[in-house]
């Protein structure tokens, strides 16, 4: 039974250009399974070589995170949704106060970090 | 990649930036993408959900995160970016905003805050390899607000 997944905007070229996808499974693992097999460079972006989805890759069957509910054991019906949601995290160093202001504030053509 | 920024988004960001302070703020860039540019089509601000050093550090809820995709994809909008504050710290990426990058593609705005006043905005996207930031070129587009 297909479910609808829906695919993050920079992952889209992975996916010929499409922002979401019909994907058949009985359950979630399934259906990403198929999902990478249908579109094969979308394997590295969310799975580790190891086959592990990534740190910051969180997978939500309709309103919920899967880690909450069986993870990739956990069953799918037809009119359920799948939406991949990167974690969005990060910060400065910390160095705090004017020491830290007064650090040049940008490179004009790369930041390597 | 360059990132398309009307001047009142581009304030709204700052201003985010000073209402948080000392505190990291965040936030999505909603839009498209064009030839060559990532345009900006709204400014989503959203809750700094880390608690235990909001200074230098800041995450968003997940479950918030899936809502803003939501509603921006019944709206024909697609997530394009984020952006964040640098408290007291230039507006250029840590190795700590390199660990916790999600995919190339995206615009990573960082935009510094020097005791309690936004200073410079800038924007990064993630080298394909994931080692580096590149920094794109931000260029202003027509205000929505004008004729």
Known sequence: MPIKVFIPTPLRSYADKQAAVEVDGRDVGEVLERLVAAHPQLKSQLFTPEGKLRSFVNVYLNDEDIRYTGRERTPVKTSDTLSIVPSIAGGAPRAFGREAALLPSSRPAEARC | ?147
């Not at chain 2, 990058?101 to 080298?127: D, H, K, Q, T």
């Open chain 2, 1 to 147: 990649m360059a990132l398309r920024l009307t001047a009142e988004q581009h304030a709204a960001i700052a201003r985010h930036g000073e209402q948080a302070y000392p505190h990291e703020c965040c936030g999505v860039l909603l839009g498209g993408a064009g030839a060559g540019a990532r345009e900006v089509a709204e400014v989503v601000p959203m809750r700094n959900a880390n608690t235990e050093s909001p200074r230098n550090r800041f995450d968003f809820d997940p479950k918030e995160h899936l809502a803003v995709q939501r509603q921006a994809r019944e709206r024909g909008l697609d997530v394009i970016g984020f952006y964040h504050s640098h408290p007291d710290h230039p507006a250029r990426p840590s190795q700590y905003d390199l660990e916790h990058a999600a995919w190339p593609g995206y615009s990573y705005v960082i935009v510094s805050v020097a005791e309690g006043r936004a200073a410079a905005l800038n924007s990064f996207e993630l080298a394909d390899d994931r080692s580096h930031f590149i920094q794109e070129e931000i260029t202003e587009a027509a205000s929505l607000s004008r004729p």
